[in-house]
């Protein structure tokens, strides 16, 4: 089955009937690129990067946050070389950072490939990933980093000790002021940790739900 039902339409049948949502539900829009790789703490990010045009990679973006005791890395790159390899690695940071995985993804004949790794969580702390992509003599290097306490319940915004779509319908009901939120469930719904609670936090928690 196409993916041919968009994200928001996904989130408007949720918002409206409560629906659950499977993978084949979901389309993500492109994210809004920016020109410079900043590096910000938090739950999680998702901040394009922009290549220079004349470099063989033209774009690379990564996702980065950790829900319910799992780490999820998203990641897609462009470039005008069919040779693309992607390598992702996750740390646990402290006094001596621990490197927690490391998983390389190669690719041939392809432009523009997309992917995704996911690791779980089990300690408190703060985690940093670092994307890695090489394609034709180019290398490009995102990092990101994210704190992760597992009392915080972060997308769980019903507190049932699971992250469904009735979550992400919550996250989406407090971001277009349905329901009051408070300073408590700002912090549970602001899930990629930006200071705002909007339909980019609900699409993270949908995500997690449909696990993809
Ligand atoms: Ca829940
Ligand atoms: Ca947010």
Redesign the pocket.
Known sequence: MKRTVSFLLAMCLLLTAGITASAEDVSIPDEELSTEDIPLGGVGETLPSMVPSWKVLKNVSMSFYILAGKADVFYTVSSSSPKITVTVEIYKNGLFPKKITEKSFPTADRKYVSGSLSVPVTEDGTYTVKLTVVSGGDRHVMKRECSYRAADYIGDVNYNGQIQADDARRVLRYAAKLDRMNADMKKVC?????????A??ARIVLRRAARL
């Open positions: 602001d899930v990629d940790c930006n200071g705002h609670v909007n980019a936090d």
